[in-house]
Nanobody
Framework: QVQLVESGGGLVQAGGSLRLSCLAS????????MGWFRQAPGKEREFVAT????????YYSDSVKGRFTISRDNAKNTVYLQMHNLKPGHTAVYYC????????????????????WGQGTQVTVSS
């Protein structure tokens, strides 16, 4: 079992930045690809970004490409989502997710592929 705890959300004005963190605990000896997803009020959960276990491969949704950056520090069991130039449309609960993988370069953008989820952190962008 892996437990994921997100932090770093909050209220920010449009054009501002936030950095989300996701700390993993528990069975962290396995290799995990990580992902960030979000869910806005009244909308379905959507993929944001994913990173391989090695950190060498990343993939983003078109809506955040060039604006958000996913990274990880395996020594700290933490994955990050740096968000710049935020807009009100980015308002959502952001979730991190983990998937055990035997392939260090694998990443996943389908939420159904993930084994573990955090509770989420609220990001609110005011206009």
């Amino acid at each position: 079992q892996v437990q994921l705890v997100e932090s770093g959300g909050g209220l920010v004005q449009a054009g501002g930045s936030l950095r989300l963190s996701c700390l993993a605990s528990g069975r962290t000896s396995d290799n995990y690809a990580m992902g960030w997803f979000r869910q806005a009020p009244g909308k379905e959960r959507e993929f944001v970004a994913t990173i391989s276990w090695s950190g060498g491969r990343t993939y983003y949704s078109d809506s955040v490409k060039g604006r958000f950056t996913i990274s990880r520090d395996n020594a700290k069991n933490t994955v990050y989502l740096q968000m710049h130039n935020l807009k009100p449309g980015h308002t959502a609960v952001y979730y991190c997710a983990a998937r055990a993988t035997a392939y260090s370069g694998g990443y996943y953008y389908n939420g159904d592929d993930y084994d573990y989820w955090g509770q989420g952190t609220q990001v609110t962008v005011s206009s």
